[in-house]
C-alpha cells in the first residue's frame, strides 16, 4: 500500500522519499531536512519500512531510517541499500545519548537533588544509571526476540521493579511483572531467565545497543517523580519525557551523529 502511495505521488513530487516507522520518527526527522525536496512516509513497523524501500530501484529516490535495535549484536543485517540505522539502539536513545540529554536535564531537574543522587550511588552522569537499570530489560527483550518467547513488554508497570529510590532493577520483580503482563504462558522457568540474563550481560557489551528508549524513559520519569525532578512540574509520564527528549534534539545534535554522516 506505502509503495503504491509513494508510486502515485511521484507523478506530481521529484523529490526524495524517506520512510520512517512511526509518526514520532516522521516529526523528529523532518526538522532536519529541506522539506520542499525531501517528504516522510510512515510505514508504522521497521519491517515495513525496510520492504518499502526494496521495492525501488535507486533512481526513485526512496530510503528508510529505521531504528537499529539489536540487530547489529545478533549478526542481522539488511542485504538492500539505502536503509540507514540509528547510532543506538532507537531515535530515544540516541538523543540520551547527545547533548541534548543536558539540555532536557537542565530544564527538568533539580540541580541540588539530581547531584545528590549521582554523588550517593558513585556516579558521574545520568546517563549512566539509566543505562546500568535499562540493561536487563534490554537484555530480557533481547532473549525473547531470539527465543521466540512471546513476552509482552508494553503496557508494563515500572514502578512494580524499578526502585524509586535508586532506578535500579529487581530482576526477579521484572520477570514476574513481565509474566503477569504476558497472556500466555512463557515456556522457561525464572531460574533458566536469570540464567539467560546473565549470559546475555556478559555476551552483549555495547550497551546502547541493547537499551530501548521506551525503558529508559519510563526509569527516568520515576526519577523525576520521586527523585531529582522540578518540583514546579506535575507528574511527568514517560510519554511527556519522550516529547520533551526529542523536542530538545536540535539539528546541531543530529548533525553529530552517524545518521546523518
Known amino acids: 500500500i506505502l509503495a503504491g502511495e509513494i508510486r502515485m505521488a511521484r507523478k506530481s513530487y521529484s523529490g526524495a522519499f ?35 524501500v526494496a521495492k525501488f530501484s535507486d533512481s526513485w529516490g526512496v530510503f528508510a531510517i529505521v531504528d537499529a535495535d539489536e540487530w547489529s549484536l545478533v549478526g542481522k543485517s539488511v542485504p538492500i541499500p539505502h536503509v540507514f540505522f540509528t547510532d543506538t539502539h532507537d531515535a ?84 514476574d511483572s513481565v509474566r ?28 546502547w545497543l541493547i537499551v530501548c528508549g521506551h525503558d529508559l524513559a519510563h526509569i527516568l520519569s520515576i526519577g523525576l517523580n520521586e527523585i531529582f525532578g522540578h518540583r514546579r512540574f506535575h507528574r511527568t509520564s514517560s510519554e511527556d519525557v519522550e516529547c520533551g527528549l526529542r523536542l530538545a534534539f536540535e539539528k546541531e545534535h543530529f548533525q553529530q551523529t552517524d ?3
Not at 520512517?20 to 517528504?39: Q, W
Not at 513476552?151 to 520483580?173: A, H, P, Q, W, Y
Not at 531460574?191 to 557489551?205: F, G, N, P, V, W
Request: glycine content about 6%.
Open 180 to 207: 503477569t503482563n504476558t497472556a500466555k504462558t512463557i515456556s522457561m522457568s525464572d531460574e533458566d531467565i536469570q540464567d539467560e540474563l546473565t549470559k546475555a550481560d556478559e555476551t552483549y557489551s555495547d550497551d
Open 259 to 261: 545518521l546523518y554522516e
Open 18 to 52: 524517506a520512510v520512517v516507522e512511526g509518526t514520532d520518527d516522521a516529526r523528529l526527522y523532518t526538522d532536519f531536512v529541506d522539506s520542499d525536496h525531501c517528504v516522510f512516509k510512515v510505514a508504522h513497523s521497521k519491517d515495513k519500512a525496510i520492504e518499502t
Open 92 to 175: 530515544e536513545t540516541m538523543i540520551i545519548r547527545s547533548e541534548a540529554f543536558e539540555k532536557y536535564l537542565r530544564h527538568r531537574t533539580h540541580d541540588t537533588s539530581l547531584g545528590r543522587f549521582l554523588s550517593r550511588y558513585g556516579q558521574d552522569n545520568l546517563r549512566a544509571v539509566l543505562l546500568m537499570s535499562g540493561k536487563p530489560i534490554g537484555c530480557l527483550r533481547i532473549i525473547n526476540n531470539s527465543g521466540g518467547y512471546g513476552m509482552k513488554f508494553k503496557g508494563l508497570f515500572f514502578n512494580n521493579f524499578v526502585c524509586n529510590r535508586t532506578l535500579s532493577i529487581d530482576k526477579e520483580k521484572l520477570i
